[in-house]
């Protein structure tokens, strides 16, 4: 039996089912210590003073630290603007500003979380405070205070495209829309908070065991933080309760490194464990964006877009983080998968003093998604067409340019990803063209049925210029036959079952049994960088680089080598940075590509929104494992139903009011849709291993504007805002006094 292609069970699976697998705040040592982190829990001020006199006298306390023991006091994942602990003495400009309510300003090591929590109670920060940039609007006035002394003003990143004139295309457009958009944060609710344990391993590195997303990135920033050279440190991933991309930026792996050094250098060789409160989690670690959009797209007569202006403010909170990455794919996937031959586009990243903005799954194509599905709705409804047929009329088919000026990678299916997905809902095409289905009625008068579609696509693996590599190595072991394959692999597993993928790709690749295969996973100290786990790229990076792996492996196996060590690393077609005048370039090497249905009822009374049918169509390429792909579809409508209706972060003054899952409310199973439809379409990828595409992020992108066009036509009320709570709901309906904040004010 091939070994790709089939759903063989997860290699995780007994041990995480039975209790066995241990995750970061499961690792404990007999003679352990506990740190504890002082969070600033203020949004804006200068550190004038930590005083950490009484704290070190408490009983059980073992060291306190703070920005004067930071050897290096900054890091970050873009730049490096955050500082290690706020406070003064560590020699860096602006180290001794907190910019969000999650800074941390000291570290208290005690033999029991207790006493460090005590302990903490007891250290007094003198604050001068510093006012407050609460929103994009105020950000972005003239005289706002600049949070970042490096810059001028608040704005920290700007991409421009401009093809064709749009200006003059405007001219011939038989219709034009606009629509100004609000997207929400959303947090990342991992199943475990932050947490991990430092200590020195056999070799005397200070070794780190963490949840995290890109450990050999990692293991460089904790060594730029405490003035190391890299192989000083070593980093291991064990099972990680959820990413979603928020564990590609830093939370505890500096303060953990940071702790093991001090402790060193007095002579103390314990371990120090530490682990977030949920609390500490949602306030300490990064959010996905909210954005605020501006669209104005133009069509002809005959359905064709002509022009489309969009204008892109993404709230970047207090760090640099991912913000210009995220950035980048709004800037991209702003026109949606559509040839539009004249465009404008500016996008902007901003700096508030808000918990920042970082990866999260979808990487700013959900925020975009969402302004360009509605811009295509309300352009067939202006021209009265079906929204499937306006949709044919301008997708993407192979060899189409993208706004940036360059055609798209070989293997472009969105149409036929569309067309099944219509089909699906029972959408019809004849002679006229696509017909949308008649909706059952319903007997209880306060019920309004709609169905919605929405399309996108995403890129696969990193973008515009960014370097980008894979590595594995394979080792061989035996006499005449191989008798065991050793795979090495520092790709991270959060849960999406990528370990599985990787065993199923060696053993495809060796033409071996799983059984004789030996997995080495997540260390970088046995393995080569695999680069992070995002951007839905590891399918395809690891893919082709287990492959590379296998196959010279068995090289060197028929040339006589025992045993055989084959280190491969792989690099996929060159991207290119965005051009500074017009944006022109290649900005990805492939894509993969999605349309979802929804059927949705709305009561009219209550304002809930009850979701009857989702169909979510994924042309994944190849799918190496159909169980796991179809349960990443399915676990991502649950985080997108969460994302379009129910959570709802509300903060004041830059701080945060809903930081426990009792007041920010993540999707139970009475939230999620009553059935998930995934249909796995199999285009293979021309440059993906066996065909392979990545789609881990695909079902989120376009789901709210499916959503919200479902609601549309169950209501007549267009919402230009989510998540569709049901007072938003009521207040859409007239029910409710309309929300009170502006355009540029919103939270």
Not at 26 to 37: G, I, R, T
Not at 171 to 197: D, F, M, N, R, S
Not at 331 to 359: C, R
Request: with cysteine.
């Amino acid at each position: 039996m091939s070994a790709v292609g089939n759903s063989i069970p997860r290699v995780d699976a007994i041990a995480k089912v039975t209790g066995k697998a241990k995750y970061p705040g499961d690792f404990n040592f007999s003679d352990q210590l506990y740190m504890k982190a002082l969070f600033a829990r203020r949004p804006h001020a200068k550190v004038l003073q930590v005083d950490t006199t009484k704290a070190e006298t408490v009983e059980g306390v073992v060291m306190v630290l703070t920005s004067k023991d930071v050897p290096v006091n900054e890091y970050g994942l873009g730049i490096k603007d955050q500082p290690v602990l706020c406070g003064p003495g560590s020699g860096i400009t602006g180290a001794d500003i907190v910019r969000f309510e999650g800074d941390q300003v000291a570290l208290v090591i005690a033999e029991t979380e207790a006493i460090a929590a005590e302990a903490l109670e007891k250290i007094t920060v003198t604050y001068e405070d510093l006012p407050v940039v609460k929103t994009l609007g105020e950000a972005l006035k003239d005289g706002a205070p600049v949070l970042h002394s490096r810059l001028e003003n608040n704005i920290f990143h700007h991409n421009i495209v401009r093809r064709g004139s749009t200006e003059e295309a405007f001219k011939h457009c038989a219709v034009i829309v606009e629509g100004e958009y609000q997207t929400p944060v959303q947090e990342h609710a991992y199943l475990q908070p932050e947490a991990g344990v430092g200590f020195l391993d056999e070799q005397g590195r200070i070794t780190i065991v963490t949840g995290g997303q890109w450990a050999h990135t990692d293991q460089g920033q904790i060594a730029h933080a405490l003035g190391l050279e890299n192989d000083a440190v070593r980093v291991i991933y064990p099972a990680i309760g959820g990413a979603f991309g928020g564990r590609e930026d830093m939370s505890v792996q500096i303060i953990l490194a940071l702790a093991v050094m001090r402790l060193r250098e007095k002579g103390i060789n314990r371990p120090v464990k530490i682990v977030w409160s949920r609390e500490e989690s949602m306030i300490g670690h990064c959010k996905r964006h909210a954005y605020t959009m501006k669209a104005k797209w133009g069509a002809d007569a005959d359905g064709k877009i002509l022009a489309a202006e969009c204008q892109i403010w993404a709230n970047g909170g207090a760090y640099y983080y991912t913000s210009p990455k995220v950035l980048g794919n709004a800037t991209l996937l702003a026109t949606g998968p559509y040839e539009v031959p004249n465009v404008s586009t500016d996008a902007y990243a901003v700096y508030t003093n808000d918990i920042p903005g970082g990866a999260f799954r979808g990487f700013g194509g959900p925020q975009a998604a969402f302004m360009a599905e509605m811009q295509v709705d309300k352009l067939a409804e202006a021209l009265n067409l079906d929204p499937i047929e306006f949709r044919m009329r301008n997708l993407f088919k192979e060899g189409s340019t993208i706004s940036m000026g360059s055609p798209l990678p070989k293997g472009v299916s969105i149409r036929q990803v569309v067309q099944k997905c219509a089909e699906e809902a029972g959408w019809t095409q004849g002679p006229e063209g696509w017909k949308k289905p008649e909706l059952p009625a319903t007997d209880d008068s306060k019920i309004r049925r709609g169905l919605g579609i929405a399309c996108g696509y995403k890129n696969i693996g990193f973008s515009y210029g960014a370097p980008e590599n894979c590595g594995a190595t394979i080792v061989l072991e035996g006499g005449d036959e191989i008798e065991k394959a050793r795979l090495f692999h520092a790709g991270a597993e959060v849960g999406q079952g990528s370990h599985t993928a990787f065993a199923q790709f060696a053993a495809e690749a060796l033409n071996l049994p799983l059984e004789k295969l030996e997995l080495h996973y997540s260390d970088t100290s046995t393995s080569l960088n695999s680069g992070s786990v995002s951007a839905s790229r590891m399918t395809h990076m690891a893919g082709n680089a287990i492959i590379g792996a296998a196959k010279l492996a068995l090289e060197k196996w028929q040339a006589g080598e025992r045993p055989v060590v084959a280190p491969y690393v792989y690099r996929p077609p060159a991207t290119t940075p965005m051009d500074k005048v017009d944006g022109h370039c290649t900005p990805n090497f492939a894509y993969g590509y999605v349309a979802q249905a929804v059927f949705a009822d709305v009561n009219v009374q209550t304002g809930e929104i009850h979701l009857r049918d989702v169909i979510s169509v994924d042309d994944v390429g190849k799918a190496i494992n159909p169980q796991q792909v179809e349960g990443q579809i399915e676990g991502a409508v649950v985080q997108a139903t969460g994302y379009t209706i129910l959570e709802n972060w509300k903060k004041r003054n830059a701080q945060a009011l809903t930081k426990e899952l009792s007041t920010y409310l993540i999707p139970t199973i009475l939230d999620i849709p009553d059935r998930t439809r995934a249909v796995i379409l199999e285009y293979p990828d021309p440059i993906g291993p066996y065909g392979a595409r990545g789609m881990g992020e695909m079902p989120l992108l376009p789901f709210a504007a499916a959503v919200v066009d479902a609601v549309y036509q169950a209501t007549g009320i267009r919402f230009n805002v989510f998540p569709l709570t049901s007072e938003r709901v009521l207040r859409g309906l007239g029910k409710l006094k309309p929300e009170g904040s502006s355009f540029w004010d919103y939270e």
